[in-house]
């Protein structure tokens, strides 16, 4: 029986690295752009609403009922405030907080001025007496 040699090993392959892909910055089509605003007139519109339905408005949670101004420098200004959901009343000066987000900033003559978050609105007395 002859004797036969073993394979030669194989040689190691070449790895070719393919240059990375140009990024090319994708613009989106103004059909797209139509449609997208099309679909929101859908959103906003609900095809179940009854016809000239307009959205809630945002209820305020609290109620100015009064102002303490201050007839000397020593005292501070006041306010009175009641909630509209528990109709708890409070006597609130400077700084005060109602609840955990919401704080007093400012008290001027029949208005009161809050900070929720960063975000302030103002209560204001709408009837005199």
Same mark, same amino acid.
């Given at each position: 029986m002859a004797r036969s040699t073993p394979p030669? $090993?194989?040689e190691p392959v070449n790895e070719r690295r393919s240059p990375p892909p140009n990024r090319v910055r994708q613009t989106t089509p103004e059909v797209f752009d139509a449609e997208v605003s099309f679909k929101r007139t859908i959103i906003d519109n609900n !095809?179940?609403?009854?016809l000239g339905w307009t959205p $809630?408005?945002?209820t305020e949670s609290y109620r100015l009922i009064g102002?303490?101004?201050?007839?000397?420098a020593n005292t501070p200004p006041k306010a009175i405030l009641q909630t509209t959901a528990g109709h708890q009343t409070y006597i609130v000066t400077l700084g005060s907080n109602i609840d955990a987000n919401t704080q007093v900033v400012g008290i001027q003559s029949k208005q009161v001025t809050l900070s929720t978050q960063g975000q302030q609105r103002t209560l204001m007395l !709408?009837?005199?007496f």
């Open positions: 030669p $090993p194989p !095809l179940f609403r009854p $809630p408005r945002p102002t303490i101004l201050p007839r000397s !709408l009837i005199g």
